[in-house]
């Protein structure tokens, strides 16, 4: 639905008057702003804002070394996370991250035992989230992240807060089985701040099939030892779909109804589409891990993508099961 721009005033001035009600005197601010005022003698207020320049300057450049570093370049199937949390509750580590190519979300996700603690950067660029502010000047129950205004929902264990850390990116913290999950997702979010990760994986996609695009890169696992990287392939026109599924693990997939196949040039196997499940090709890689493709689509193309797929020698998995990288 479409709002007008007097429904769309009137949303944005109420959830300011909401905001205005929960703010520090006025009166007192001045204040002390004034009181602050008279001590600053000039050449300390030069002082502070040559510091300021300083730390901007470093900042950009310290950023610009961080995005080109080179475990951090995003490349075809290492895409790059942008955002982090610098507190989480004692117990939880990091057990899976997701990206890709353009406006694909961004996730993360800590985990401790059932509870977990998950990170998701959103592009405004994608129509889903593009009208992000208007939903969350329309919702009564805000709150303040980094000085935006957020949107909190949820009760007892469960809680989310969603937040547009700048006019390109909608940032959300979802809460599971945590108690006072409200109070923890707030906390979360204050000490979410920029620094890219890499997501590195074993598996880089080679050629596609017509039509298709690389569309996921996920690593997971509780730790380094059960490692699994998963790349997914999707129609451009159909994003959120998809179509082609290529995982590297340590743990060999089910062959009930196995066919041999040759599969990177040894011997592997293919399973034939059933309900519920898609046709697959596996094969063991030399290093003792499995190799499957999976997908809606003939057995020849699944055995081309297997055939294309490049091995990474040197994944990344170090971050697996640790609090933060």
Known sequence: MTRSEHQTETLI????????????????????????????????????????????????VSGTQLLTRPDVAPAASRPVLGYGPEWLPDGFTEQYREGGPGITPQVRQWLAGPSRITLMAYSTADPEWSQTALKIAAIKDQALVHGRVSMLTGSGGTAELTWLTDEQHVLVVQILGIPDARAVAQRVADSVAAGPVGVRGELRFGPLPAGLAERSTVVRGSGPGDARTELTAADPARPSVAVVRAVAGRDAPGVQGAEPATVRGGEGFFVAPATGRDAMVAVRLPSGRWLTVSGARPEAELIAVANGVQLDPAPDYRWLGRPTS
């Open 13 to 60: 001035r109420d959830s300011l008057d909401r905001l205005a009600a929960r703010a520090p005197d006025g009166h007192a601010v001045r204040d002390a702003l004034a009181r602050a005022g008279r001590k600053r003698r000039p050449a300390a207020r030069l002082a502070l804002a040559a510091a300021a320049v300083v730390v901007v300057v470093v900042g950009v």
